[in-house]
């Protein structure tokens, strides 16, 4: 068995929830799952089931009406499935999974554990098994109707301040991820891409998440303040409004919606999720379960819970939504697990005969994107979690890992946990931020803006936007490295921190031009406010950016406009200026 992370005490050790000792989260169900065998072909709806192929099905019949229980199709009906597959991928890939083989039961629920076996011994069945309920990665009931729809704050509440300052992933490298110096190039803010998170809730109404967010586009959200203060914060993190108050997200200009697993289980929201989408846009997982470890047990610490593709029919549903093309970014947990330990390799008993352990390179991938939680710099609102980039010690590592984001000090929209927001609260949820976010499920959205960052400035640049296996490419050979942390050596991998303009020079080599300038701009109070001070100067048909100049060069560019004759020639790369002279 491969090393396993020691729980303790110290920098970067404790696990992501108040004082270390993980959240919890109310009402994640349980879900009883069947993989039916190919060859009867069978077919379910509100009649019962019936076989396509003409096979006697009457044994399933006669069990599932005795023992009041239903067959559903997990991911729709079984044909419309068969129509809309995806292409083939291509040759060493592997081929994809057979979606149409998946049932969920409906009924029973207390004799789940039982009707696994009898289920699995139907001729018709391959197998069934038990997934335990997932939950965010980081309750009381509340009024059905809180948390939906638009909602404005009261009138003569005070202002919500600017807190973008203390969003220091935003900013350059390695400490952030370069969100500001894509701010400033075409596409750079994720414009054209469409982003769904599957979860469990949100606040619609928040105040920072009006401009760009489309709401639920499938399952019913939770009525829990836990489950939706951790879908808010995700949003804030990606999308969050470019305005005057609260946070900005990485890729403001991109469409985020939401896709909930109430009510119909985790892989049917991925699938739902994915048929929304187009080639490029991107899917984020924001869930784990407890896995073998500790013999998926849910644990309030989080101990053992592992990516949610690890049971069949979730990697079906991945796998399925990366073959057409769609970027999925997949929370690796925060169980403080190796998932390069030989208990992996174990396939538990009632999973399918075909399944391999996803968290094998050597195995057909699903095609996902696995994110760990890193440590932020140092002194990050006061507190230190360790060196930077280093693995913090609640989050899962192993050679599957891609990339990391901050997994600590995250500040965004939305309450801390099952509260009011630590950096804002009061009594009206739509104005809550916190300081706090954590755990992978912060540094998961991370990365989900930097790749959408990347694929809005393709998409500017008229290219096509970076597919799955692409954009796992990318992020694993560009970036700020892993760092060691005593205890916790990079050779523990959780990847590099995405840097969108290192990322940006690998997709697409720089060219440097040169022009006459032929007007300026000096910017003194830019927009977004996040940017720094440029002067602007417009050559070869378009404006470039030379970023916080100096005083006498500022000048020397005002002189020689004003003189009525100038003469500035301009070195440019993309849209910033590399070089300058001026003559006369």
């Known amino acids: 068995m491969t090393d396993q992370a020691p729980p303790g005490t110290g920098p970067g050790m404790a696990g992501p929830g108040p004082d270390g000792a993980g959240f919890t989260y109310q009402g994640a169900e349980p879900e009883l799952i069947v993989v039916a065998r190919a060859e009867p072909r069978l077919r379910a709806g509100a009649g019962g089931v019936r076989s396509a192929s003409g096979a006697d099905v009457s044994a399933l019949e006669m069990f599932l009406s005795d023992q009041q229980l ?36 409906k009924g029973g629920e207390n004799r789940a554990v039982e009707l696994t076996a009898r289920l699995s011994a139907l001729p018709e069945i391959e197998t069934a098994y038990l997934k335990p309920g997932a939950v965010p990665a980081a309750m009381p009931a509340h009024d059905p109707e809180e948390g939906q729809g638009r909602k404005e704050r009261k009138e003569g509440a005070p202002a919500t301040p600017d807190f973008t300052g203390r969003q220091g992933h935003l900013g350059a490298a390695p400490e952030g991820v370069n969100a500001v110096w894509a701010w400033q190039r075409q596409g750079g803010d994720g414009e054209g891409v469409t982003i769904i998170d599957v979860e469990g809730a949100w606040q619609l109404g928040h105040e920072d998440l009006s401009e760009r967010l489309a709401g639920v586009v499938v399952g019913t959200p939770y009525q829990d303040l836990a489950w939706r203060n951790h879908g808010t914060a ?60 500790f013999d998926y047990e849910h644990r309030d610490d989080q101990r053992g819970y592992i990516p949610l593709e690890w049971w069949p029919d979730d990697f079906a549903a991945i796998r399925w939504a990366t073959a ?86 995250v500040t965004t929209t939305g309450g801390f946990w099952d509260r009011p927001g630590d950096l804002q609260g009061g009594t009206e949820e739509i104005a809550w931020y916190t300081d706090s976010f954590s755990g992978t499920s912060s540094a998961s959205p991370v990365v989900v803006g930097a790749v959408a960052s990347l694929q809005g400035m393709l998409k500017a640049a008229g290219l096509e936007p970076m597919g799955p296996e692409q954009a796992r490419e990318v992020l694993r050979n560009t970036g700020s490295p892993q760092q060691d942390a005593p205890g916790r050596p990079a050779s523990q991998r959780i990847g590099n921190r995405p840097d969108i303009r290192a990322a940006v020079t690998h997709l697409v080599p720089t060219s440097v031009g040169s022009g006459q300038a032929e007007r300026y701009w000096d910017e003194l109070l830019p927009y977004p406010r996040e940017l720094p001070p440029r002067l602007r100067l417009f050559v070869a048909g378009a404006w470039r950016n030379l970023n916080r100049p100096a005083p006498e060069v500022r000048q020397a560019v005002h002189s020689a406009f004003a003189g009525g004759r100038p003469d500035v020639r301009v070195w440019y790369s993309d849209d910033e200026v590399v070089g300058l002279v001026i003559t006369g």
């Open 234 to 293: 995700v949003l804030g993190v990606i999308g969050g409004d470019r305005n005057d108050k609260g946070v900005v997200g990485i890729a403001p200009g991109a469409v985020t919606a939401a896709a909930a697993i109430q009510g119909i289980g985790s892989a049917a929201a991925i699938h739902a999720a994915a048929e929304r989408l187009s080639r490029g846009d991107i899917v984020l997982i924001e869930l784990h379960r407890p896995g073998p470890r």
């Open 324 to 409: 057409k093309g769609v970027v999925v970014v997949e929370a690796a947990g925060n169980g403080a697990e190796s998932l390069d330990d030989a208990l992996y390799e174990r396939r538990p008993d009632r999973f399918p005969e075909w399944w391999r352990n996803p968290f094998n390179p050597s195995n057909q991938a699903s095609g996902a994107i696995f994110v760990g939680a890193g440590a932020p710099p140092p002194g990050t609102h006061g507190r230190d979690h360790g060196p930077d980039r280093s693995r913090l010690g609640f989050s899962n590592y192993g050679t599957r890992l891609d990339a990391q984001g901050w997994g600590r000090e």
């Open 70 to 105: 239903t067959l559903e199709p997990l991911f729709g009906n079984e044909d419309r499935i068969a129509a809309a597959a995806p292409p083939e991928p291509s040759a060493g890939a592997g081929t994809l999974p057979d979606l149409t083989l998946f049932y969920r039961v």
